[in-house]
């Protein structure tokens, strides 16, 4: 029912309507961000695992609380450590382009980690420590109930698949995971380090929407 909406006010934009008065569950939303931000001050006192002890602060995550797509990445990196916000360093900002690029707002999805603290050095996060952090996604996940979820990169994968992932290969696959959709893809930091993936990279946003917001 939220995608078809969706769908007809994305129609009706490009139509050239600039405003709609929506009635909208307000209260349900509210009451969605407010759970959120209980598990975001309980991430802050959390020492689960030893991410704990080289944290600024923990990055809960950002975005829609209604949305029916998230992305979820590794671990925050040293930007959003400093900020308390996810993928807002270099390879947020191109998560970012490739969303615009595809015709939608970051704002309109919900942006997270498997790790909500950042590892030492940016290291990856060990199948501990994300094992130790899996149940604040997993609490999110209840609170948002998106229908796709985005990995970003190999490590996102394995959390949710307890398997060693090859991103390359596996990159484009979509699996059924406890009633969601998982959609492989990579990391907008392997896209840096390898711009030709780029491309690729935006197909797979683009088609992770369309699979979000599709009937
Ligand atoms: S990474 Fe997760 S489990 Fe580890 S200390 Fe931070 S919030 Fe807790």
Known sequence: MKDQLYKHLRILQELGYEYLFMEKDMNLTEEKEKKLKEIGRAIQECKKCDLYKSRKQAVLGEGNPDSSLVFIGEAP?????KLGRPFVGRAGKLLTKLIEAAGHKREEFYITNICKCRPPNNRTPTP???EACFPYLEKQLQIIQPKVLCLLGATAARAFLKRNVAITKERGSIINWEGKLLYLTYHPAYVLRNPDAEITLFEDIKKAI????EK
Not at 77 to 81: A, I, L, S
Request: no cysteine; proline share 0%; aromatic share 8%.
């Open 128 to 130: 501990w420590e994300m």
């Open 77 to 81: 990196g040293g930007d959003e450590d």
């Open 210 to 213: 369309e699979l979000a917001i």
